[in-house]
């Protein structure tokens, strides 16, 4: 009876802890929130170029991101970070904290890879129709 007993628990655990990894893939990643609706904007047209080609190197070339370099916010090349570029061009639609990390772990997810191309599509919609 114990070695069953310890059995059945063991199998429980397991379990509840397969079911917790599960659901933690499951929840949706702070940084699909922060771009799911959001805007990009800008004040140039040289910032609002860089405001769309972060987000398009996060959505199709996410590999070394985190070494790229764009311009900072003087136009200096090469001195800003594609983080610096998002939380000063991307406006999320609700208010979401994200941090740099969360960003660099997480653009290989499909569902924040999808919610960026999302935003992108409708930053290039707007601006077409603006035009």
């Known amino acids: 009876m114990s070695s069953r007993r310890s059995f059945l628990i063991a199998i429980a655990a397991v379990l ?28 140039t047209e040289q910032r609002e170029r860089q405001g769309i080609a972060v987000p398009n190197d996060l959505s199709q070339r996410p590999d070394n991101i985190r070494d790229r370099r764009y311009a900072d916010d003087a136009g200096n090349p090469n001195k800003g970070s594609a983080f610096l570029v998002v939380k000063r061009h991307v406006v999320p639609a609700q ?9 660099y772990n997480d653009v290989q997810r499909p569902d924040v890879r999808s919610a960026i191309r999302d935003a992108i599509n409708a930053f290039t919609r707007k601006t077409s129709t603006a035009q």
């Open 95 to 103: 208010p979401t904290h994200i941090t740099e990390e969360m960003l």
């Open 16 to 43: 509840t802890a397969v079911r917790a990894g599960t659901s933690a893939q499951n929840k949706p990643s702070p940084v699909a929130t922060y771009f799911k609706g959001a805007e990009i904007q800008a004040e």
